[in-house]
Structures are given as structure tokens and as C-alpha cells.
């Protein structure tokens, strides 16, 4: 029967970005001088697993690049090559070709073969370097079954048994098997006990002297093997010639015609039992493990209950006074068939014989209770669940509303179920909810890269410190904060950060900090990135803004002057380079974080750094709202943008011929936003003093927004309009009210730079 692969594709894409982003982690965290062994060998593990499932899939230029790349990190890790930084470099520039590579196969675009060559030539340029006499001895001579079996293991190391069946197309490819026993060759001594004809399939039995832990090479065994079909088992001294067994059952303690030549397990002393030849599977099921000795009456009855060796047997409790009996690694002396059979109560073991031999054979998996266990489900799956229970959550109002609007002829009964409706539909939707939350180190996780390549580009000396890499925020975001956080910190290294000599001269240390934070506060996350540069040139700035013609003064405080950056175009950069100074990026950021919701900060200080605060919901799907109403309407504002509101008396509101209505406001002068005058809403309000100021603030800029009253505060669920409607400049989506209506969230920041738009233009106006 044919399998079709494909099915199984998006699994391997997703399991292969998560080795290429293990990978890229453990190099980036690696001390060339001395490089941990734990992470050598983790990141050798991850390049072999690309590896493995690439050539099973098909996708050989993966397989290729990874079997080069494990090549020279299998020398790293022996020590036979140092580590060097050109090496780490070539991983890095490998680890760039393989998402490359499996972009391109998941797009269905075509391969550049260039590239894999280049990349496979420069990494085996570097395996080489090693003398010639190395890479002969690394060879394995063309196997011969029985060669080397009466070969005693070299004295003084740990010895391992191999054995496994190899899958159809590993036994039918003539360069796996041999592929195989030479990278086990290069763990240590490596004999061939026993193998079946050239390319046919069968069982293959090893022995394998090394000081290596198991743990290093039984991946190589499973990733050949058919399901199940393999064993690695530590062995105490020399193995007898497989002739015996022919590498079907375990080889015989001695050679004495009495102990059934080879073809059954030795009958364990300790444990022996009355019919004991009758129920030990004869060799062809796996012993039952070693436990107390059962009663009489329970022995007596084994035969019938265990399952002859076809079912897992329950296990059976042993005394709590006595420690369970383990398998010895020392063969027991054999049994004479003469001799009478005897039951023996067990014994503890002495410490030496109490320790097991690890069996690696693959587990099956833990019960219920164990680890916690993942699943993976598709975002279409997840979104259909949270709309739903948005739904929920607006269902939800309109009863607990039309329950109110009862007033007292409404059941307590009702009242009370509805209350317990509306906790029970809470915590749905935060379970909900959570499901899309993300821990945003998979973000973080790229900048350590970026920093080192953009680092070494520009000659500077620089370590970014990251903190609350467990921080979750929703997928959606996740997916769209990564580009505006990457310019952040390429605009630190480059404009903030100093060059070494400069910062020496400055009193400070050459190595220059970016700082990444990210955290919790309230209903939003908060990210922090900081640098200790030079600080933001507040003149520089000031002088730049008066050559574009935008109308500044000295005395404007300093969070206007750091927002004058973010408009489009704007650059204090005195040469433009591939990485800044064309003035488009700061522009991009903030529409970008706009676009989420949220809003960027900026705190500088000269000769002492910069901090750019970005403030994100927690969902694009919920917020936390303030119901205003304008005429017969009914909008929202976030909740994150409001500042206090306040009912202006005659007088307070003033017009000036070059900035429109103003407002003063703790000493500092507001424009006013008319809602009923921008979406020109019938029967609203236009009386200043019978309405209501609400002072918003977006990315340190502030305007004051009059409405016709505060309505309530709300948790709302977000509707987007743009599948059935053009977008409207100052509105971001809608929602649905408890009683049915639908109300339009409004574009903080959108309105605020429309009041900013007209002041600037009446002030053009006014000058020319």
C-alpha cells in the first residue's frame, strides 16, 4: 500500500522550524572560546532530526546541507576540530539556506541549487581541515558478517549490543546501512555480530565499545528502524559469536550443552518458580521484569492470566519493605536440568546488581497525569471558536439587558442565572481566549541574530539583555509586531548605539546594551526597547523638522520633539545607508502599531540612551471601551487612550485664526475634535458647555474629543468592516451592544492626527 506523504507535510514544516529556530538559538548562545558539550550535542541532534525527515519526505538539498552541516558539528563536538567563529558564521549562513529551502518547498517555488552548493562547499571546506590520518580513520572498512565478533570489547569501556530491523527502503538503498555504520564508527569500535544478504531486509546485530552515553546514537538506530524494532543493550564483557543464535534471541551465558544452546533465556535463580520452562515465552516474547516473588497460590495460576506474553501485563505491587528486584548485568550461574527445581523467597539485591540496565527501546507513551500533552490545531479552528463565543459573550448582554429593562418584574430566579451566565461566559472567553495567546519569545528569538549580523556590519560592540521572553500575546499580533520591533532595534544599533572609540571617549564601556523588555500591565503588554547611546539630538531634530516646513517652536516639550520622527520621511541621518536614513521606517512603525491598536512611547535622555515603549492589547478580537453617544448614535472609544474627561464652562474653549478650537487643560492647550462635525451626525449636540470633553492621548499626542454624553464603560468584541465596507478615516471596526445595536469603535489616533492635519494646514494658510 502506498502512503501518501503529503498529508504529513505541514507537520514537517512546522517540526523543522522549530529545529532551525533550536538551532539558530544554541549558536547564537555558544562561548567559541569554550563551547558547552550539552549544547554542541543539542544542536547536533537538531541538525540530525532536519535530516532524518527531510530525506523521509523526499526533500534531498535539505537532507544534504544538513548531512555536511552534522559532518563538521559531529568534529566540533569530539573535539577534533576547535570551534571558530568562520564556523559559527557558516552554521548561521546554513541555518539561512535551509529556511530558504523549506520556505520555497512549502511556497512551491523553485530551489536555487547555487546557493546548497555554495554552502555544502564552504562547510566541507572547513570539515577538512583536520589531518588526513583523521579523516582516514573515521572510515569503515565494507562489512563482512562475523568479521570482528570474537573480538573482546576494548578493556576498560562500556560495551553496547545492537540490534534492529532496518525499514523496506533503508534495507534496499545500499548507502543507508553503510551510512550508518560509519557514523556509529565515529562513536567508537564498532563489530558486526550478524547481518541478512546484501539489500534484504532482516535483522542486524552490533557491538559498539564507547564511552559515549547511549542517548548520543540511538536516534541514528530509530530513525533506520522499523517501528519498534530495535534494542540497545549495555553489555558487560566480550560477546560470543552470534553464530550460536544467528541474531534472533539473546546469546547463551556459556557454551555448555546444558543451558539450551542459546535458544532460550538463562533461568534466573532468584526467581525461579515450578513450571517455569512452560511460561518464559521460550525466547520469542520479552521477559516479564523482575519483581517480588509472587504467592503460591498466584504462581500457580500465571500461566492463564499473563497474556502469554502477547499483552502488557499489570504490574504487581511488591512489598513497600522491599526494593523492587532488577535485572543483573552479570549472567547467573547456569542451572543443571537435573537439579531440582525449588521456590526461593527473594533477596535484595546488592547495590552493584540493583542497578538496571537501561533498556532504550522506545516507551509507550505516559499515562494520563504524566506530562502535559499538546495538540496541534489549525488557526481557521481556533478563530471559528472565538467567534462563536464572541457571540456568546453579546447574547449574553441582550439578556442580562432586556432583564434590567424588567425592573422589578423580573424573577430573582432569572437575575441570579443571568449573573452566573455572565461568570460562567467570562471565563469561557478568557479559556478561549488564551488559546491564541503565544509566548512572545517567538519573536524575541530572532533579535539575538540581528543584532550579532548588523553588529558586526557596522564595526560595533553590542549585547542585547531580553526579559519576559514568556510574556503571551495573541497570535495575531505576534505575527505583526515582529517587523516593527525589528526596525526599533536595527534604529538603535545604528543611531543610538556609538562606535567603540566614541563611547571610550564618553567614559563608557565599548560594548554598547539593547535592552528588550516586555510585560503585563493592566489589559495591555508592554515592550521595551532601550539602548545606552548618545540619546536623541533634541536641536538636530528641532532644525531638521523647520527644513520640511512643519511649524515648531523652541519651547515645545520634548515628547511633541521625539514624535516630530515618526512622521513620514523625516530622518536626522547624515548618510543614508542599506539600514537607515531614508526617513520611511519610524513612519511605518507607528502606523503599523497603530494599526494593532496600540501606541509607541519615547523617553531619551543625552549621553545617557533611549527607550521606545510600545503599548499592545492583549487580543485584536476584545477590548475595554468607553460608550459615548453623539445624536442618536452610539460610539466606542478604547479605554487605553482615554485620559479624563471634564464639561467645559463659557470661555474655556477658545479660536484662534491659525489652530482652530483650542482648549487649556492643565496648562497646556488641547485642540478640539467635534465628532458631530467630522461624521456630521444629525440632532447632535453643539453646545460646548452641554456636552462633554474627553482628553485622549495617542503616542504622547493629545486632543480633546467632544461628545454628547459618557454612555458606560464596556467589554465589546470587535467586528471588522472591511469585507463589506470601505474604510472610513477615524473608525476601526464595530460592535454589537447588548441591546442589538451596532456601534462604531472610533480610531484614536486617526482622529487625533486629523485635528493635528487641520491646525497644520490653517497655520500654512495663515503664513503664506
Known amino acids: 500500500m502506498t502512503i501518501d506523504m503529503s498529508q504529513f507535510y505541514q507537520v514537517f514544516f512546522e517540526e523543522t522550524a522549530e529545529h532551525l529556530a533550536a538551532m539558530e538559538s544554541l549558536l547564537l548562545g555558544l562561548d567559541v572560546g569554550a563551547p558547552d558539550d550539552e549544547s554542541l550535542n543539542a544542536i547536533f541532534r537538531a541538525a540530525h532530526s532536519i535530516k532524518g525527515s527531510s530525506g523521509t519526505f523526499g526533500f534531498t538539498d535539505l537532507a544534504d546541507v544538513t548531512h555536511v552541516l552534522e559532518n563538521l558539528l559531529d568534529r566540533i563536538r569530539k573535539h577534533e576540530l576547535p570551534l571558530r567563529n568562520d564556523m559559527v558564521d557558516a552554521f548561521l549562513a546554513a541555518g539561512d539556506t535551509l529556511k530558504a529551502l523549506l520556505s520555497a518547498h512549502q511556497g512551491g517555488d523553485p530551489v536555487d541549487a547555487g546557493t546548497v552548493g555554495e554552502v555544502c562547499a564552504k562547510l566541507k571546506a572547513l570539515t577538512s581541515d583536520a589531518p588526513a590520518a583523521d579523516a582516514a580513520a573515521a572510515k569503515v572498512p565494507a562489512p563482512v558478517p562475523g568479521q570482528n565478533a570474537a573480538m573482546p570489547p576494548s578493556a576498560g569501556k562500556p560495551c553496547y549490543e545492537i540490534e534492529f530491523v532496518p525499514t523496506l527502503e533503508a534495507a534496499a538503498d545500499h548507502q543507508v546501512l553503510p551510512n550508518l555504520l560509519q557514523e556509529l564508527s565515529a562513536f567508537g569500535e564498532i563489530d558486526i555480530l550478524a547481518q541478512p544478504q546484501p539489500n534484504a531486509p532482516g535483522m542486524w546485530r552490533l557491538r559498539l565499545t564507547t564511552e559515549r552515553p547511549q542517548d548520543d546514537f540511538v536516534d541514528i538506530i530509530d530513525f533506520i528502524s522499523e517501528q519498534d524494532a530495535w534494542r540497545v543493550k549495555p553489555v558487560a564483557g566480550p560477546v560470543e559469536d552470534a553464530g550460536g543464535a544467528y541474531g534472533l534471541f539473546d546469546a547463551p551465558a556459556t557454551e555448555s550443552a546444558e543451558d539450551a544452546y542459546g535458544f532460550f533465556e538463562p533461568q534466573v535463580e532468584a526467581a525461579a518458580v515450578t513450571q517455569a520452562e512452560e511460561g518464559d515465552g521460550f525466547g520469542f516474547f520479552e521477559p516479564l521484569p523482575d519483581a517480588a516473588a509472587p504467592a503460591p497460590a498466584a504462581a500457580a495460576g500465571g500461566e492463564e492470566g499473563d497474556g502469554f506474553g502477547f499483552f502488557e501485563p499489570l504490574p504487581v505491587p511488591a512489598a513497600e519493605s522491599a526494593p523492587a528486584v532488577t535485572e543483573s548485568l552479570a549472567p547467573p550461574a547456569p542451572v543443571s536440568p537435573d537439579a531440582p527445581v525449588v521456590s ?115 564595526g560595533k560592540q553590542v549585547e542585547l539583555k531580553m526579559t519576559g521572553e514568556t510574556t503571551e500575546l495573541d497570535k495575531g499580533l505576534i505575527e505583526r509586531i515582529a517587523d516593527p520591533l525589528t526596525h526599533l532595534i536595527r534604529n538603535s544599533l545604528d543611531h543610538g548605539v556609538e562606535m567603540p572609540e566614541k563611547r571610550i571617549a564618553a567614559g563608557k564601556s565599548p560594548t554598547g546594551t539593547i535592552t528588550l523588555k516586555a510585560a503585563h500591565q493592566g489589559g495591555n503588554i508592554v515592550i521595551e526597547v532601550g539602548d545606552d547611546g548618545a540619546g536623541l539630538n533634541r536641536q538636530r531634530i528641532l532644525a531638521k523638522a523647520r527644513e520640511r516646513g512643519f511649524q515648531v517652536s523652541d519651547q515645545m516639550p520634548d515628547q511633541e520633539v521625539w514624535a516630530l520622527i515618526f512622521e513620514a520621511g523625516f530622518s536626522t541621518a547624515e548618510v543614508v545607508t542599506d539600514v537607515s536614513g531614508r526617513g520611511v521606517g519610524m513612519d511605518v512603525v507607528r502606523r503599523n502599531i497603530q494599526s494593532m491598536g496600540g501606541r509607541i512611547e519615547i523617553e531619551s535622555m543625552t549621553g545617557i540612551g533611549t527607550r521606545m515603549t510600545v503599548r499592545l492589547p492583549l487580543t485584536l478580537a476584545i477590548l475595554d471601551g468607553m460608550s459615548v453617544a453623539v445624536g442618536e448614535h452610539t460610539y466606542i472609544l478604547p479605554l487605553s487612550y482615554v485620559i479624563e474627561s471634564l464639561q467645559p464652562e463659557h470661555g474655556d474653549i477658545k479660536t484662534l485664526s491659525n489652530q482652530g478650537r483650542v482648549i487649556q487643560v492643565r496648562g497646556e492647550y488641547l485642540p478640539v475634535v467635534s465628532l458631530q462635525e467630522l461624521f456630521r451626525v444629525p440632532g447632535a449636540e453643539t453646545d460646548f458647555t452641554r456636552g462633554i470633553l474627553i482628553v485622549l492621548d495617542a503616542d504622547g499626542t493629545k486632543a480633546a474629543l467632544f461628545v454628547d454624553a459618557l454612555v458606560g464603560q464596556h467589554q465589546v468584541v470587535i467586528k471588522s468592516l472591511e469585507q463589506n465596507y470601505r474604510r472610513v478615516s477615524g473608525i476601526s471596526g464595530a460592535t454589537i451592544m447588548g441591546d442589538g445595536r451596532v456601534a462604531l469603535i472610533l480610531d484614536v489616533s486617526a482622529l487625533i492626527e486629523s485635528a493635528r492635519s487641520t491646525q497644520q494646514a490653517m497655520a500654512a494658510a495663515a503664513t503664506a
Open 344 to 458: 526461593v523467597a527473594p533477596t535484595a539485591a546488592s547495590p552493584a546488581a540493583a542497578t538496571p540496565a537501561r533498556d532504550s527501546r522506545p516507551k509507550p507513551p505516559a499515562a494520563a497525569g504524566g506530562e502535559a500533552a499538546s495538540i496541534r490545531v489549525s488557526v481557521e479552528r481556533a478563530d471559528q471558536l472565538i467567534n462563536l463565543v464572541g457571540e456568546l459573550v453579546i447574547t449574553q448582554a441582550m439578556l442580562l439587558q432586556c432583564a434590567t429593562q424588567m425592573n422589578d418584574a423580573a424573577p430573582e430566579a432569572l437575575i441570579n442565572g443571568l449573573a452566573q451566565l455572565e461568570r460562567n461566559t467570562r471565563g469561557l472567553q478568557e479559556a478561549v481566549m488564551s488559546i491564541r495567546m503565544m509566548p512572545i519569545s517567538f519573536v524575541f528569538s530572532r533579535f539575538p541574530r540581528v543584532v550579532r549580523d548588523l553588529s558586526s556590519k557596522l
